[in-house]
């Protein structure tokens, strides 16, 4: 056996082991981003609705921050339920205990409080980045993110196509647009 088959059978990862983790790591990226820029677009719909005048002077930063925080309930609610959530379910990814029993609210709720805190920084500027990158270069090296490792998770993720692929970025791109929309709107 050649010394990086050897490597590679050790580690239990395919030769090609970063690859194979960047795809999940970016498939994980973008079903984040579609279920919280979905949730948040609920959630601030109906402020306005509901308090118009509180949602058009509330900092964007407690905004934010508030979204961040009320989505672990959503999640954990959602992952209970299906074991996914719409963005990860659009893109073919299934959380599940590495034993196979059933998911808990509270190692669920748990794991999503550490994806919140680790992951996404509890939505605090520049820190929100560092913590995403962390998190990237920590699946990268071992193949699991410290929340689905410290809870016992695993993560399946199935082929998800090229349209898939397509929609989650012209998706993200919509996003990123409307957003620059706004800001040059506000000048």
Known sequence: MSDLAQVS??????V???EHIDKKAWARFFARFIDFTLFS?????????IVPQWYSSVSDLVLFSGEVVSWILVETLLLLRWGTTPGKKFLKIKLRKSDDSALQFGS???RSMRVAWRGLALGLPLIYILALLRSCLVLRSDGITSWDKDGGYEVDHKPIGPVRIALAIIFYLIYCSLIVLGVFMDL
């Open 9 to 14: 059978a050790d580690r239990q990862f395919p």
């Open 16 to 18: 090609l082991a970063g």
């Open 41 to 49: 677009l609920v959630i601030e719909i109906a402020l306005l609705a």
């Open 108 to 110: 669920t709720f748990l």
